[in-house]
């Protein structure tokens, strides 16, 4: 059987940013792992009241301080005598929030910001010229100053790291937003007279919303590592709450002659910060025009 001509084969459909994220995932190995590793301490953490072996304030002073392999206790314990392993399956919940949970907030408050601001000129020159007076300072540095001017606490930490993303963000979007404002399907639909919002989030959106998922799938890290020196410091989570910067703040007195109190938590903040950070190259590498074509082989002529 003769192939079909060229000419006459039907056009491959544009393929979208979902499809491109797909495939992207699935071909690199790394980003297969780090996205198997994420989803395994999600799953840890919403099942952790169940698959825990103790509740993880319960304390038995007797076996204070006793190390990893203890018997019923698999990563030891605390100062406290509390199981270190129901703890941080416990305290996975909280560090998951705290991570998540501001850049969720942060998009979806930069994203109309700096489309607005791309759009409307004069707008946008206020909005920059304030989002640069927020990059005078150091992320680490605005949180840290934010959360001790409202005080310690779960709730407050939420908004300090909020409040310090949302400029990094939105630089981002704009950047975006200003080149998908001069295409050409974008004076195509000015010349059909739509109004502002229906071109910004229609027309727009979906081809600005990918650069802000990248950069927020890349900053989960650094958020979670504020999050946790918040906590650290006192200023975010309290104890007796488990979560895995308070853990590691506990275990600092102890780090000579019982240094898994502050280990494993420690070691759980990393491997967490680096799988989001290699999923988040892999997600950017997806969503690149100059490596993504890569990801799409050319049907085989038959």
């Known amino acids: 059987m003769t192939g079909i001509p060229t000419a006459l084969k039907p056009p491959i459909g544009r393929r979208s940013n979902l499809y491109f994220v797909w495939r992207g995932v699935l071909g690199d190995p790394v980003a297969r792992i780090a996205a198997g590793v994420i989803a395994g301490m999600m799953l840890a953490a919403a099942f952790a009241p169940w698959i825990s072996p103790w509740a993880p304030n319960a304390a038995n002073p007797e076996l204070r301080l006793m190390p990893p392999g203890t018997p019923g206790h698999l990563l030891g314990l605390d100062q406290q005598g509390r199981d270190i392993l129901s703890r941080t399956l416990h305290g996975a919940r909280l560090t998951l929030i705290c991570g998540i949970l501001p850049v969720v907030i942060g998009a979806a408050i930069s994203i109309p910001l700096g489309m607005l601001g791309a759009w409307y000129r004069r707008l946008g020159a206020v909005i920059m010229r304030l989002m640069d007076v927020l990059f005078a300072f150091p992320m680490a540095l605005l949180a840290i100053m934010l959360a001790a001017l409202m005080g310690p606490g779960i709730g407050n930490m939420m908004i300090a790291l909020v409040v310090t993303l949302i400029p990094y963000n939105t630089r981002v979007v704009y950047a975006a937003a200003c080149l998908e404002r ?121």
Not at 209 to 219: L, Q
Request: glycine residues 6%; proline residues 7%; aromatic residues 6%.
């Open 182 to 302: 001069d295409q050409a399907y974008v004076e195509a639909a000015r010349a059909m007279a739509t109004p502002d919002l229906k071109i910004l989030f229609v027309e727009m959106l979906p081809n600005v919303v990918a650069a802000s998922v990248v950069y927020s799938c890349t900053i989960i890290g650094a958020v979670v590592i504020t999050a946790a020196g918040l906590s650290f410091l006192g200023l975010g989570v309290q104890p007796p709450t488990a979560e895995w910067g308070i853990m590691t703040s506990e275990g600092r007195s102890f780090i000579f002659n019982a240094p898994h109190i502050a280990a494993v938590p420690g070691i759980a903040i990393t491997i967490l910060v680096m799988a989001f950070n290699l999923l988040g190259d892999s997600l950017r590498d997806s969503l690149d025009p100059r490596t993504r074509l890569r990801l799409v082989k050319p049907a085989k002529e038959t």
